[in-house]
């Protein structure tokens, strides 16, 4: 069965701290990687991820995908108390000419002043 | 420049009672598709569509149901509420670019079934 894991599932930390969002996936017929970011209501994307080692940023945000590991991870520096959301991670699987997201669970990041 | 529209944002139901969330959406995306949310599960595939009078079952279809007879409309329907089915539904249409899919989302709406 198709899956993905994030870890941590929840996560803590002061204002100016670096944190690394992880996930890790199990799926058959990888097309890419997606990160998005959920404040109070829906998701907003922030990254797709198709090639292996290639990094993402915008801003404080950065997000590396390898293939090999079948992982990706998320990197936040300086992070400020708009930070704090719920991050999921979604692969999206080819089925037949349409892909199709599989999402984690989230990870949920807690930025106190 | 709307995006992904739907509605109601909240509802609330009694056990039994059948209702439609309706989503909208107006880039002419061809891929729709509705998700529910529950605490600690992520987001979980209910239906897609591929396109117009195409649909298909995601990981938890069963009580609802959804058609789509034009590209810019795909409402989800209640067919007869429980209390499992209280959750925070989102509609998603999206495109291919870049090699993979990209979601947008409507800004939800929150069921309780009672």
């Known amino acids: 069965e198709d899956k993905v894991v994030q870890s941590p599932l929840s996560l803590v930390v002061h204002e100016g701290d670096t944190v690394t969002l992880n996930c890790s996936y199990e799926?058959?017929?990888?097309?890419?990687l997606l990160w998005y970011k959920q404040e109070k209501k829906a998701p907003t994307f922030l990254f797709m991820l198709?090639?292996?080692?290639i990094e993402k940023k915008s801003g404080r945000l950065s997000s590396i995908l390898d293939k090999k590991e079948l992982s990706s991870i998320l990197n936040i520096t300086a992070t400020q108390t708009g930070d704090s959301a719920i991050y999921l991670c979604?692969?999206?699987?080819?089925?037949?000419?349409?892909?199709?997201?599989?999402f984690g669970k989230g990870t949920k990041l807690s930025v106190k002043p | 420049n709307a995006g992904v529209t739907q509605t109601p944002k909240f509802q609330v139901l009694k056990t039994g009672q059948s209702m439609t969330l309706q989503c909208a959406q107006d880039m002419n995306h061809e891929y729709m598709s509705w998700y529910r949310q529950d605490p600690g599960m992520g987001l979980r595939l209910i239906h897609y569509s591929v396109g117009a009078g195409i649909t298909d079952q995601g990981e938890v279809p069963n009580g609802y149901n959804v058609s789509r007879s034009t590209t810019e409309d795909f409402p989800l329907r209640l067919l007869s509420a429980a209390p499992s089915q209280t959750s925070v539904y989102f509609c998603?249409?999206?495109?291919?670019?870049?090699?993979?899919?990209?979601?947008?989302f409507g800004s939800g709406t929150q069921l309780s079934v009672l």
């Open positions: 979604a692969v999206d699987r080819r089925w037949g000419s349409q892909g199709n997201l599989i």
């Open positions: 998603a249409s999206s495109y291919s670019a870049g090699g993979g899919e990209k979601l947008f």
């Open positions: 198709t090639s292996s080692g």
């Open positions: 799926v058959t017929n990888f097309r890419s």
